[in-house]
């Protein structure tokens, strides 16, 4: 599926006549583009959905992605209630980084569906948001604490983020392996218990490498500066001048500048310009920058490096003195030499600014990767890594680059907050299963409460719990279905072609996210009434589980010890499934904004769009 964002528009004349077009909530255009937007989202969801080709109508950059963080920032809308979802849904992953599609598909359904009941909008939002906190108590009823020591689980955790994108064409041997060195990215970037630095997602590199398979993907300490045609020269051992006395004695000092050292900088303190015949200004410049060169060189400073262009005659000293240069270094790069070394940025000439801006590196080595020479710099003492990514082709590296770093950031929420819920469209239906429970033993109060009939509660609330078996069915493309079990309503997956009573599911008797599995009855049975059981995390250790929380975690404690005898069995572990896990604190907020922005745009009469 191929979509297409216009291209930069010509900004109307002030004085021009505006031309305003109204349309309701409930007319054909918004209620199409809705539509549209969902049907977009919902194909791109899930391991097996289909990438998006987006370019403007001016033939510019093609985007080729099912991410929704890209999707969304590539895709151009117009009308007015499509900005404000996206702008909700661009407001989550700039927080969380993950679950827009879920956010995107759950809001979207809400809105068009409620339209469809003919209902007031007021009385639709009143009975979602009641809905919602009843959601919110299911949420945490299924919730699953996790060992964050236990490196199975977090790698499971890695696989289920990296997997939903299929554009990314790992195998399955491909894709553990990426898992683990994520983790493994990771974990390097954990301080020590009792340093002083904080914990930070910016603190991996990824380096991209394309033309080789995934497999030769790699992690090493430090950061990779791609090394200059002057430096291929050199031998691989980088002879840096070291500090020879102080706590940093055997360091490598260095200098971090991002202002232009070319000579014809303005950025140097206390200078009047007057032009004067005998003056040049770049002398000037230059004397000024020899004036600070000489400073660094006898504070032992061993690295200068700076974002812009060094002066030759800068440039030569620093040589002659033993001191390394890095210049024309980019933003994204002198932002890496800045956190391995610790060094403050610094932007002026004037030596007395100095101070305690200097960083400090363990050590500067030449080595060779992927065909290219790269500078290696290396601090003990900073947890900084960088994850060099390959792939074949720069499209499925670009998306791979992004879900790694999706998956980094998720690896950060699960350690402030520990908790995981079944993935694989599991936990949408034992919502919907559990909300049409719910439901049905509404009492006469509560209806009261709300202000509405039994018969207006019931549609709404119906349409609100088939909102999200219609996302956990959204993983299904091509004509795939699903059956839920009536335990604990997890999903079992149905490949296209085979119908629900085929024998598929007495082969493959495990759900989708892998925790619950079901066996045939001696009596004859529908597929939608096999028991279920076994649900569990295939780790030893997954933290305390409250028995009483839920079916889930209580099934899980007291199937504790098979899923050990799996883990320890290779045969047995070999032939299970690969769990799925989501991140809570994720799921959940994205649900409460998919609830709270689709309540918004109900309440929503008009929308005014002038099209000047």
Known sequence: MCASSPGLGHRSLPNQQANIKTYTLKSQQVLLAISTFKQILQSCYGPM???KMIQNNSGGYMTTT???????????????????MVAAIQGHLSRFGDGGLYCGLVMSSLVHTCIGTGLHPVLCCTINEHLAQKCLQLLDSIKIPVDIADMRTMICIVRSVIETKPLCNLTHKELDYISALVLEAFLKAVPNIGSSNTMSISHIELLSVEGFP??????????????TKFMTVLSKTVTMPQVQSGPQQGQIRVALYDISMAGDSQNFVDVDYEFMSDVSAQ????????????????DEVGLVACQKVIHPTVKKFFKESGVWTLDRLSRMHIDAVHKVTGAQIISAFNPDLLGDTYGYLTSANMIEMYNKSYLHLLNHSQPICTLALCSRTG???EELKNVCNVANQTLGLILSNPMVLPGAGCTETYIASNLNKYISSTDESCLEELGCTRAQYLTVANNFASCFEAVAMALEHDGGSHVTDPTNHHRYSIPPGLSQDSDWLNVHNICACGMTTFHTSEEPQNHMTRRSKNCELPTENVGNVDESSSPVTSQFKANRNESNNIATDPDRQASRKPVVLDCFSIKRNALCIAVETANMVLRIKHTLEDTN
């Open 283 to 298: 002398d000037v410049v230059v004397s000024e920058m020899m004036r600070m060169a000489e400073r660094l060189v006898a």
């Open 49 to 51: 959905g289909h990438a």
């Open 66 to 84: 099912s991410a929704s963080s890209k999707l969304l920032q590539n895709l151009t809308v117009s009308k007015p209630v499509l900005k404000l």
């Open 214 to 227: 995934a497999h030769q993907s790699r992690v090493l300490d430090g950061v990779l500066l791609e090394a």
């Open 395 to 397: 499209a499925v590296l």
